[in-house]
């Protein structure tokens, strides 16, 4: 009983991402109801854990996690704002990284996987319906760009796009035609939703993250991704020509202030190389380095635009070379179960591998973990691949 209680908090948690937006003081200490919920079902999972005298269950990613997890940590403790710091490093890294642990010894499955995907795309689902009626109440950015209750387009962008790709999982084991037409639909808003964010990381990632499934993919299957490529690819002939520079996908003022944003980013890496400069304050060393450049084309950033460069700054050398490791685990993990017989197995590893290689390519030109929500989808990923890793003979 207990133990299906703790399925349904992380399938609540899954769902509820969004909720790090509710925030409130426990005493003194600021807290988002997400990391609660996460907090809440730690506890009740430990104390499960213990009165059944469960083992915690293996996993190759815990080094490459407790380097992260140390690399971040130093680099708070030597922060010039620990409070900052020390927020972030309990949001984004502490409250993930606990929920990544109860859902590798949780979920046991695979129906448990299924539950997990379909809470997540009907989140993003929930979330397109909310940001379409900002959308008709012409509430948007002013540069007419679609951000919804989330604090930019960008972010609005990161959360459906691994959503999107996701939710490719659930369409290969509906059999119900109405279902089936139900998640055509379900797909087109998410991709229409994201198109109105006019977030061009997001489209570079989901290009690269289509063509990724389309040359793995039997050819049966490849028409349907193939289709939905066609209209991403039809949404980018529709936006307008001023915004294109040649080639390139982002915006010639937005890639030249972005340029800038590099350079200051690597200068400021040079000087803190070894332990960082502790988690979010990357705005206040930004503006301190403005002297060495040109005025700078935009002030207001809070993160280095570069996931890597993110980590590094932000957790140290010890944190950069835990996610490298972290990484290289995780693909070669996805490559070693890609010739499974298990076909359940072998697409969710295909969609595993295209979601991260999504927040890779968009991760170049922004910061895809860097935020509640994307960080604790970023360790279900990976909770999700442990399982396939360790339970793929097991996994019923």
């Given amino acids: 009983m207990l133990q299906k209680i703790i399925n349904f908090i992380i399938y609540l948690i899954v769902f509820s991402l969004p909720l790090y937006l509710v925030h409130f003081k426990f005493f003194w200490i600021p807290i988002t109801v997400l990391e609660l919920m996460i907090y ?225 980013a690597w200068e400021i890496t040079k000087d803190h190389s070894l332990i960082g400069i502790g988690p979010g304050m990357f705005q206040e060393y930004y503006l301190d380095y403005q002297p060495r450049f040109k005025p700078y084309l935009e002030w207001a950033v809070p993160q280095p635009h570069n996931v890597f460069l993110a980590f590094w700054l932000q957790t140290g050398l010890i944190g950069l070379i835990g996610l490298i490791w972290l990484l290289i685990v995780f693909f070669r993990n996805c490559i070693k179960y890609l010739k499974v017989s298990d076909l359940k197995i072998k697409i969710l590893n295909f969609i595993l591998l295209s979601v991260m290689a999504y927040i890779l390519i968009h991760g170049l030109i922004d910061t895809t973990y860097w935020k509640n929500d994307l960080s604790v989808m970023f360790w279900l990923i990976i909770a999700l691949i442990n399982k396939v890793s360790y339970c793929h003979n097991g996994l019923q």
């Fill in 40 to 264: 809440v079902v730690f506890l009740i999972w430990l104390f499960y854990s213990f009165i059944k005298k469960q083992k915690i269950t293996n996993s190759k990613f815990y080094i490459p996690i407790l380097l992260i997890l140390f690399g971040v940590t130093i680099s708070t403790l030597f922060s010039a704002d620990i409070q900052v710091s020390a927020g972030i490093w309990k949001a984004w890294f502490v409250a993930p990284m606990l929920f990544f642990v109860v859902v590798i010894n949780s979920i046991k499955t695979k129906k448990h996987i299924l539950n997990i995907i379909t809470t997540l795309t009907l989140s993003g689902f929930a979330v397109c319906l909310i940001a379409l009626f900002y959308w008709f109440n012409k509430d948007l950015t002013y540069d007419h760009r679609l951000q919804a209750f989330f604090l930019s387009p960008n972010y609005l962008a990161m959360y459906l796009s691994p959503i999107l790709i996701l939710s490719f999982y659930l369409y290969f084991f509906v059999k119900n035609k109405v279902f089936k037409i139900l998640l055509i639909f379900n797909y087109l808003l998410l991709i229409a939703i994201i198109y109105l964010t006019f977030s061009y990381g997001a489209w570079l990632g989901l290009i690269g993250s289509a063509t990724l499934i389309l040359i793995f993919l039997k050819p049966k299957l490849k028409y349907l991704l193939l289709f939905f490529l066609i209209i991403i690819l039809f949404f980018f002939s529709q936006l307008p020509s001023n915004k294109f520079y040649g080639f390139v996908v982002l915006s010639y003022p937005s890639l030249k202030s972005r340029l800038v944003i590099w350079q200051s």
